[in-house]
């Protein structure tokens, strides 16, 4: 399993930054390129809940993700993707989302991927890979900051 991990630091209180990035069904209030995001189901699915949400991209693919654990008091959720383009099902990604405060006024985000990868890819398409996850990560971060100012 291959791991990814964006952090980015914000001047911004913590509760202020999950209050916009921690509603599962929110991404299109923050997210770049999501013309509209809608959940069906309710809770976590370690809670018991069958929460899936549908994100609507701007070339018009959609990209589903189960809710597999929120943790508000510790601002924290977990996804994984059902679907989406290009994506293999056989294969599975594990995203990871994380406020974290650091002091007065400003916080961490972590947003981490857990991921497969087909067994007899090469080593430079595993790297293009991460880098290309990684990359994405740390884009919408920025674009995040710069909204906030």
């Given at each position: 399993?291959?791991?990814v991990?964006v952090r980015?630091?914000?001047n911004?209180?913590?509760d202020?930054?999950?209050q916009?990035?921690g509603?599962?069904?929110?991404l299109?209030h923050w997210l770049p390129?999501?013309?509209?995001c809608?959940?069906e ?5 370690d ?9 609507q991209?701007?070339?018009?693919s959609v ?7 929120l943790?508000?008091a510790?601002?924290h ?7 989406a383009?290009?994506?293999?099902p056989?294969?599975?990604y594990i ?11 400003r916080?961490?985000i972590?947003?981490q991927?857990n991921f ?10 595993v790297?293009?890979?991460c880098?290309k996850?990684?990359?994405m990560?740390a884009?919408?971060l ?5 909204r906030?100012?």
């Amino acid at each position: 399993m291959q791991q990814v991990e964006v952090r980015h630091s914000f001047n911004h209180s913590a509760d202020s930054l999950w209050q916009l990035t921690g509603d599962f069904a929110g991404l299109q209030h923050w997210l770049p390129g999501i013309t509209s995001c809608t959940v069906e189901g309710n809770g976590p699915r370690d809670q018991g809940g069958n929460a899936v949400r549908s994100v609507q991209l701007m070339d018009g693919s959609v990209t589903r993700e189960s809710l597999e654990s929120l943790d508000p008091a510790n601002r924290h959720y977990r996804y994984a993707i059902l679907s989406a383009k290009g994506f293999d099902p056989a294969q599975t990604y594990i995203g990871t989302f994380h406020v974290i405060p650091t002091g007065d006024n400003r916080c961490d985000i972590h947003w981490q991927a857990n991921f497969t990868l087909p067994a007899d890819l090469p080593a430079d398409k595993v790297d293009k890979a991460c880098d290309k996850i990684r990359n994405m990560y740390a884009f919408f971060l920025q674009q995040l900051a710069a909204r906030l100012g």
